[in-house]
């Protein structure tokens, strides 16, 4: 049922939807007093929401306390997070079970699970509160935060990458290290401009608009070929998208790639998730969607099985 249109408020309203442990598959929605959401970012059953006055609400799963609030407590309605109220939060990344925030102040802030030290604190005890990252100074202005399932990623604006956390799959590209428990930097000899961690594989796009993988080399969601792949614990060249990349967007087992002109993808299609109108199993072949191609995209996202576009 759509509302009539003079029950929406002109702004303040977030829109949810989808199955979780804590709520029912259907659509619901929220208000925020005085406030309007400027960013949202989903983990696999917890979200983080920052709001135009630069305040942090937390809601959903909180089994290893990725919600930061100090417990580890099921939350069904978005709760602000008190602690970071003294700086204001511009974004954060949610993974699985852990979460990224970075404030204007330039602090990194994480919480939650840390079993392969995601957290960045240089050890695998989990946080139910926000921990200052330390090794994040002022110095390093931070562009982008991703998390992945148990791996951690921050862009800074020179291009400059740092990834922690999980590597058994080399999802963060440090080739043969298994975990890290602080941000290492990846190093490909190019400035960076996008990074996105999928659930265990990675991929950033450089200045240049090149697009680079690594990480899990099954199911083609890498798009290399089988002699780059035996390298993929180290982040490899993805041939075969013509024109600049500007943005990429990792799955569950599926790549989704914006052009300057096209929207590419490649991996695990089973549920439809490539987007090219098949259920095809899986391709390694970066294909574009033919269907977008009078659509101006300007954003890509994923989900485990599921991708969405914004013209």
Not at 95 to 115: F, I, K, W
Not at 259 to 282: A, D, K, P, R
Request: charged fraction near 20%.
């Amino acid at each position: 049922m759509v509302e009539p249109e003079e029950l929406v408020p002109d702004s303040g309203a977030v829109f949810t939807f989808g199955k979780s442990k804590f709520a029912e598959n259907i659509p619901s929605k929220f208000w925020l007093k005085n406030d309007i959401p400027a960013y949202l970012s989903c983990g696999d059953e917890h979200t983080a929401l920052i709001t135009g006055n630069n305040k942090l609400y937390m809601f959903g799963s909180n089994n290893w306390g990725q919600l930061g609030l100090g417990s580890k407590t099921t939350i069904n309605k978005p709760t602000c997070v008190k602690a970071l109220k003294p700086e204001k939060v511009k974004f954060a990344a949610c993974g699985r079970n852990h979460t990224l925030v970075y404030t204007e102040e330039g602090n990194v802030y994480a919480a939650g699970g840390n079993s392969e030290g995601q957290l960045g604190l240089g050890d695998t005890e989990e946080r139910t509160t926000f921990h200052l990252v330390s090794f994040f100074t002022s110095q390093y202005k931070i562009k982008q935060l991703s998390a992945g399932s148990n791996t951690s990623a921050a862009l800074t604006e020179d291009g400059d990458l740092f990834m922690w956390g999980d590597n058994s799959e080399g999802q963060i590209g440090l080739a043969d290290e298994s975990n890290v428990c602080v941000p290492c930097q990846v190093v490909i000899g190019k400035p960076i401009s996008w990074i996105s961690c999928g659930y265990y594989h990675s991929a950033f796009v450089t200045t240049e608009g090149e697009l680079y993988t690594f990480g899990e080399p099954e199911n083609g969601k890498l798009g290399l070929s089988p002699e780059q792949l035996k390298n993929h614990r180290i982040p490899q060249l993805v041939l075969g998208i013509p024109g600049k990349v500007n943005q990429v967007a990792c799955g569950g087992g599926h790549t989704v790639v914006l052009t300057e002109e096209e929207v590419y993808t490649f991996g695990l299609g089973q549920f439809g998730q490539l987007g090219l109108g098949t259920f095809i199993f899986e391709t390694s072949q970066p294909k574009v969607i033919k269907h977008l191609q009078n659509q101006k995209i300007r954003y890509i996202a994923c989900g485990e099985n599921h991708t969405a576009l914004i013209s």
